[in-house]
C-alpha cells in the first residue's frame, strides 16, 4: 500500500506563493501517477493538477499558468508550486496516487488559506 503525507500548506497573502509537497511511502508497485486536488467548504473536491508516467501533465483551467506541478522519482515526491494566489484557491488540498494494478491512494489533506 502507499501511504501519503501532505505538507506546505499555510496562510498566504492573495498573489503570494506555497509550494506544497506529497511524499509516498510503503510497499507498493509503480506509481504511474500522481496529482493534486482541493475541496473548498461547500464544494466538490476537483482535480488542481496532476502528472503521469513520461511527464504528462494536467491543470484545472483555473490554474493554468500559475500551478506548476512536478514530481521527484528519487525522493517519491510531487510538488505543486503555486503562484499568485487567489482567494479562490483556497482549499484542503490532497494528494493522489495511482498504484499500477491497485488502485487510487489519498493523503489527508493540506489547508491552504489565502488572505485578500
Known amino acids: 500500500q502507499v501511504q501519503l503525507v501532505e505538507s506546505g500548506g499555510g496562510l498566504v497573502q492573495a498573489g503570494g506563493s506555497l509550494r506544497l509537497s506529497c511524499a509516498a511511502s510503503g510497499s507498493y508497485n509503480s506509481i504511474v501517477a500522481m496529482g493534486w486536488y482541493r475541496q473548498a467548504p461547500g464544494k466538490q473536491r476537483e482535480l488542481v493538477a496532476a502528472t503521469a508516467t513520461g511527464g504528462v501533465t494536467n491543470y484545472a483551467d483555473s490554474v493554468k499558468g500559475r500551478f506548476t506541478i512536478s514530481r521527484d522519482n528519487a525522493k517519491n515526491t510531487v510538488y505543486l508550486q503555486m503562484n499568485n494566489l487567489k482567494a479562490e484557491d483556497a482549499a484542503v488540498y490532497y494528494c493522489?496516487?495511482?498504484?499500477?494494478?491497485?488502485?487510487?491512494?489519498w493523503g489527508k489533506g493540506t489547508l491552504v488559506t489565502v488572505s485578500s
Open positions: 493522489k496516487a495511482v498504484e499500477i494494478y491497485r488502485g487510487d491512494y
